[in-house]
């Protein structure tokens, strides 16, 4: 199966759709995309829907792309839906965090939108 990303425009946020199976290579090329268009559009947060991603990552790797996101998203608020059958540790959200990054991981859409919007209620 191979990785494939849009990134759509909306209103308030900029939403990335992401299908295939994890590869963290190309996981970590597409934060760096993502986080420029970012800057360039002057968008202030992010959604990464991965519910159409399949596979799994190891706890280096989340621990990666927790990094990643912390280096290249610093504030821009940043959040990834996963699928309700991924496994979700939260550390990739944990190590951003620690690092100053504004990151959450949730299966919940409803949540992300809350997060983004800055409700975390």
Same mark, same amino acid.
């Given at each position: 199966?191979?990785?494939? #990303? ?23 090329? %597409?934060?760096?995309?993502?986080? %420029?268009?970012? *800057? ?27 990094? *990643?996101?912390?280096?290249? #998203? ?13 496994? %979700?540790?939260? #550390? ?6 620690? *690092? ?13 939108? *809350? ?7």
């Amino acid at each position: 199966m191979t990785w494939h #990303f849009q990134i759509e425009e909306q209103p308030d946020h900029l939403l990335v759709r992401v299908e295939g199976e994890w590869q963290m290579q190309r996981l970590l090329k %597409m934060l760096d995309e993502v986080s %420029m268009v970012c *800057r360039q559009l002057g968008y202030l947060s992010v959604l990464i829907d991965c519910r159409e991603v399949r596979g799994h990552l190891s706890e280096a790797d989340r621990y990666l792309a927790g990094t *990643r996101m912390a280096e290249k #998203f610093g504030k821009i608020r940043l959040a990834a839906l996963l699928s309700l059958d991924a496994a %979700m540790t939260k #550390f990739a959200e944990r190590v951003a965090v620690a *690092r100053g990054a504004a990151v959450l991981v949730t299966k919940d859409p409803d949540e992300a939108q *809350r997060w983004l919007r800055g409700d975390r209620s």
